[in-house]
């Protein structure tokens, strides 16, 4: 004999709960959207109201130029030329140029850019080789 | 008998010979047809290992030494008595989501949530058939598209249906492709599966790593029995997204998840034996768990035509399908009709927003089910 109390009991609350959870958690990540989208002013506005005290984004932090990234994807190809690099190699997809492009999308986030900051020397092509350098000494994960 | 030695052909049945009968078509299936291979090739070797007579293969532990099978251990500590295996695989499952294009337009969460109506209905209509409670939320939640969390809420609901249950999920998702395409084009207009959306924005490392996080602590709050599934589906997940754990994170997505999916498919397949599988409740339970899908699947899109009313940048409803989560079959079923509407068109990225959202949506209401009548 089918319980129908329970049975609409079941329904009525799934329901209702699975799209109140999923309504609730799109309204945070939305928010978080909004926040990120905004993250400068946010950090202009916090950095007022506390007279100053709370850290601003330092040159280390501020986004690579355009030659700066040209220099960095120059060493990336440069290290894959070499012979070591073979299995980072199986890891590339078909099309080198979007791997390229990953990568530099890698290489803007912050945690990267202050490491390439203080490697980067005065020229372009020491630059080149420092990059090599780093690249065989930083653990660095390529989504490939 | 021969001085004590039984042989197996003295235990044989016609329900043995059917169900090994079965177990080699799987198999055909997974190898020739490429369907589902990952999990129809060892359910399909289960089936013929579990339905072979007097192996004791599938024997339950006694506590006395020799007496468990092999099978009968791992599907008792397993899977009988505390349900590990699924939960394990769903730690793999997290580590292998990207959740990228659900934050980057989290309005089609609701989309996922949309497909989880199949379960509902197919719950109803299990009980129609003469299922009890329970019996009908581990038929309604093969609706979910999920083989984990189907898998996990049969075990603990109706274990003597585990395995048919298994079965139809893994066997629906991996007919997406045929179940799913004449309900979209019947419920869309070509107008409507033209609609091509814009370019997802850049999700920062920083939202990925805060998801599952706000995710778990919300979900679990609110469905406390959800905890196993969503905890270990975005532990997985954190693995992926925080980047610092290389190791665990290749460990979940690869050795974890293959040799979990082993031990669990082959039990799910020797538990099938001919006294469950081979009587009428069988052909209801597959007929329930296609409609299951097909509504899931109409529900998906029907939302998406809906809030393209209120939205001033349209969606394509299509992608309301892909909250069936069948990942990622789901999504390149709206891949494909998009482009078959406009060759233009690309909306695999964004039909994988409703396809993750789905699996927690799924997620979410088998700890609701567990909550009420487990």
Redesign the interface.
């Known amino acids: 004999m089918v319980d129908w109390g329970v049975a609409l009991r079941v329904v009525i609350l799934g329901v209702a709960m699975v799209f109140a959870v999923m309504g609730f958690l799109a309204l945070i990540m939305w928010l978080m959207g909004v926040v990120y989208s905004r993250q400068e002013r946010i950090r202009l506005v916090l950095s007022r109201l506390t007279w100053g005290r709370l850290r601003v984004p330092t040159a280390e932090e501020a986004a690579l130029t355009d030659e700066e990234v040209a220099a960095v994807t120059a060493a990336i190809l440069a290290y894959l030329e070499e012979p070591e690099t073979v299995t980072d190699r199986e890891r590339m997809p078909s099309s080198s140029s979007q791997w390229v492009l990953e990568v530099r999308e890698q290489l803007i986030s912050s945690h990267i850019r202050r490491i390439i900051r203080r490697w980067a020397p005065a020229t372009t092509s020491n630059w080149t080789l420092t990059g090599r350098e780093m690249l065989m000494g930083e653990e660095m994960t390529f989504r490939g | 008998m021969l001085g004590g030695f039984q042989t197996g052909i003295q235990g044989l049945t016609l329900g043995h010979i059917v169900m090994v009968a079965i177990g080699f078509i799987f198999i055909y299936l997974a190898i020739s047809r490429e369907f589902e291979p990952y999990e129809l090739l060892p359910i399909g070797f289960g089936i013929i290992l579990g339905n072979l007579p007097l192996t004791g293969i599938m024997t339950s532990p006694t506590g006395r030494p020799g007496e468990a099978g092999l099978l009968g251990v791992i599907y008792s500590y397993g899977l009988y008595l505390y349900t590990v295996l699924p939960l394990l695989i769903f730690l793999g499952l997290g580590a292998m989501a990207d959740f990228g294009p659900?934050?980057?337009n989290?309005?089609?969460?609701?989309l996922?949530?949309a497909a989880?109506?199949g379960?509902?209905t197919s719950?109803?209509g299990a009980?129609l058939l003469g299922f009890?409670?329970k019996e009908?939320?581990s038929i309604g939640i093969i609706g979910g598209a999920d083989g984990p969390t189907t898998i996990y809420t049969t075990a603990i609901l109706a274990p003597d249906l585990m395995g048919i249950n298994a079965v139809a999920a893994y066997s629906y998702m991996a007919m997406v492709a045929f179940i799913q395409p004449p309900i979209i084009k019947a419920l869309t207009r070509e107008k409507e599966r033209r609609i091509a959306m814009r370019e997802l924005?850049h999700v920062?490392?920083?939202?990925r790593i805060?998801?599952p996080l706000?995710?778990l602590v919300?979900?679990v709050l609110?469905?406390p029995r959800s905890a196993p599934l969503i905890g270990m589906f975005m532990l997985g997940n954190l693995f992926r997204e925080s980047?610092v754990v290389?190791r665990l994170f290749k460990a979940a997505e690869n050795e974890l998840i293959n040799i979990v999916t082993i031990f669990l498919m082959v039990c799910v397949g020797a538990s099938m034996s001919a006294d469950i599988i081979l009587r009428p409740k069988t052909f209801f339970i597959l007929g329930l768990g296609l409609a299951a899908f097909g509504v899931g699947t109409a529900t998906g899109v029907l939302l998406g035509k809906l809030m393209n009313l209120f939205l001033k940048e349209k969606i394509n409803p299509m992608i309301g399908a892909a909250g069936v989560s069948a990942v990622p079959m789901s999504a390149r079923v709206v891949q494909k009709l998009g482009r078959e509407a406009d060759p233009r068109n690309n909306l695999l990225f964004h039909a994988l927003g409703p396809n993750f959202?789905g699996v927690?949506?799924s997620a979410?209401?088998a700890g609701?089910?567990l909550g009420?009548?487990g």
């Open positions: 659900m934050l980057a989290p309005k089609i969460f609701l996922g949530a989880q109506v379960i509902f719950l109803m009980l009890n409670i009908a939320c924005r920062s490392k920083t939202e805060i998801f706000v995710a919300f979900i609110f469905v980047g290389p959202a927690v949506g979410t209401v609701v089910f009420i009548v």
